[in-house]
């Protein structure tokens, strides 16, 4: 009994020292052995025949059997004994069955893919539980190194939340490769995927589209992994609307149309078609509007940069049609466009139903020829031409561009006056003109153009 307790004590009380030593360090090493090098069945049945073998020498240098003792000499070497053997074996069995404790726990979590519950499980074990039960023990020893590679593509996904789309293909190569390495661990690697998956989507909805981007683009493995792609339709038509709507909301219409069209060609059956439909509609409108205005911008000296030589629609205008007044955008000869009715006039095109486009005066017919004589120290008399003051006005629509009406106006006045000037610091301006405008006030050629707007703008 004194030798179970892997102690060699039986050895010692007979004073066999140097053989106590000797069982001792065999003992002690192939205790090292057990607990380091060889955690194995194999190994632990030599440890137990080794065990075995010093309580049956014990048990031959006792006596054996049936040779008896006095009872009280017996009592007296057994208790000391017991005292070293017993705790020993007490020992041993609650680590044994702690061992069993911690694999039935870490199996477990496994079965129900909780790597945090695993691991805790793990931490519990010490090196007297490699010691006693290495073989236990190492049993599940593969389910440490799995959680750690879990948890670190766990982290690539959080990154990928984060704004890191390029960490994406880690975290999925990373499941992956436990997949191939680490049969048994599905589930683990399931909760990571449920884990990433259901925090889709994002509060960053075009962020959102883009993940969704590369789950469809992942080409497929055969595993489990495959399913994060059953994801992108559930997903993808609310980001992509959402998407757009921020675009449109941050007064990017290009991307923002581009985004609802996509939508439409993708999902074209989707319950969110109708949205995405308005949408793009409006930022369609919004870019139609913003290239007006560019036409719409003053070239040099004042003179318009190109709406009135090829005018662009704006679909979110008004239509022309009905009762007016109609708003219009006056655009050109804007001294003659005085005095209108203020009702008729609008400086935002997004608020206007017409635009009028009105030229400079130009030679209408001619009136009247008169002689002059020349002043002091030019040549002889000369003859001057005089012309109606021709005007040319053009009225489009501005929601589809179309000409509504083309105007062309010649305003008549004085002919042949007494007197006429000219003048300039040029020689060829010096001499007296061959043709001139008849004489007419801003006002009355303001009241002409306001009465052949009226029928258009006012019917």
């Not at 998956?197 to 992942?218: F, G, K, M, N, Q």
């Not at 959402?242 to 923002?256: H, I, R």
């Not at 793009?280 to 709406?307: D, F």
């Not at 405008?437 to 006012?458: G, H, Q, Y």
Request: contains cysteine.
């Amino acid at each position: 009994m004194a030798n179970a307790s892997l102690l060699c004590v039986g050895y010692v009380r007979l004073g066999w020292r140097k053989r106590a030593l000797a069982v001792g360090l065999v003992t002690l090493t192939l205790v090292i052995l057990l607990g380091t090098a060889f955690r194995t069945v194999w190994f632990e049945i030599v440890f137990v025949v080794w065990w075995f073998a010093q309580v049956a020498h014990g048990w031959f240098l006792a006596g054996g059997w049936p040779r008896r003792r006095p009872r009280a000499r017996v009592r007296a070497g057994l208790r000391p004994a017991l005292a070293l053997a017993l705790p020993l074996l007490l020992f041993v069995s609650l680590l044994r069955l702690d061992v069993a404790r911690i694999n039935g726990d870490v199996a477990a979590a496994v079965r129900d893919g909780d790597c945090a519950r695993a691991t805790k499980a793990l931490d519990r074990r010490t090196w007297a539980h490699y010691l006693v039960d290495g073989p236990g023990a190492v049993r599940s020893d593969s389910t440490g190194p799995v959680c750690s590679r879990i948890e670190i593509a766990d982290g690539q996904f959080d990154a990928v939340l984060r704004g890191d789309e390029a960490a994406l293909t880690l975290g999925f190569d990373g499941l992956a490769d436990v997949l191939a390495d680490a049969p048994g661990h599905e589930h683990m690697v399931d909760a990571v995927l449920d884990r990433f998956l259901d925090r889709l989507p994002l509060r960053d909805s075009c962020y959102t589209v883009t993940i969704l981007d590369r789950l469809r683009a992942r080409k497929p493995t055969g595993d489990l992994l495959d399913r994060a792609g059953g994801t992108v339709p559930r997903l993808a038509p609310a980001a992509i609307v959402d998407c757009g709507d921020s675009l449109l909301a941050s007064q990017k219409w290009e991307p923002a149309r581009t985004t609802y069209q996509r939508l439409l060609d993708e999902y074209p059956g989707d319950k969110l078609a109708g949205r995405a439909t308005d949408g793009a509609r409006k930022a369609g409108q919004q870019i139609e509007l913003a290239h007006v205005r560019e036409l719409l911008k003053t070239g040099a000296q004042g003179t318009p940069s190109g709406y009135c030589a090829g005018p662009a629609p704006y679909s979110g205008a008004a239509p022309y049609g009905g009762d007016g007044p109609y708003r219009t955008l006056f655009i050109g000869g804007s001294k003659y466009l005085n005095g209108l009715p203020a009702e008729w006039s609008t400086h935002d095109i997004a608020d206007a139903v017409l635009a009028v486009c009105a030229g400079g005066k130009g030679y209408g017919d001619a009136t009247r020829s008169c002689s002059y004589e020349s002043r002091p120290g030019s040549d002889g008399p000369f003859t001057v031409t005089f012309h109606k003051i021709a005007i040319s006005v053009k009225v489009y629509e501005v929601r589809t561009a179309r000409l509504v009406s083309d105007i062309r106006l010649q305003v008549d006045g004085v002919s042949c006056p007494s007197n006429i000037f000219w003048g300039s610091f040029s020689y060829e301006e010096s001499r007296a003109p061959g043709d001139m405008f008849v004489r007419v006030s801003d006002d009355e050629i303001a009241a002409t153009v306001r009465d052949a707007l009226k029928p258009v703008i006012d019917p």
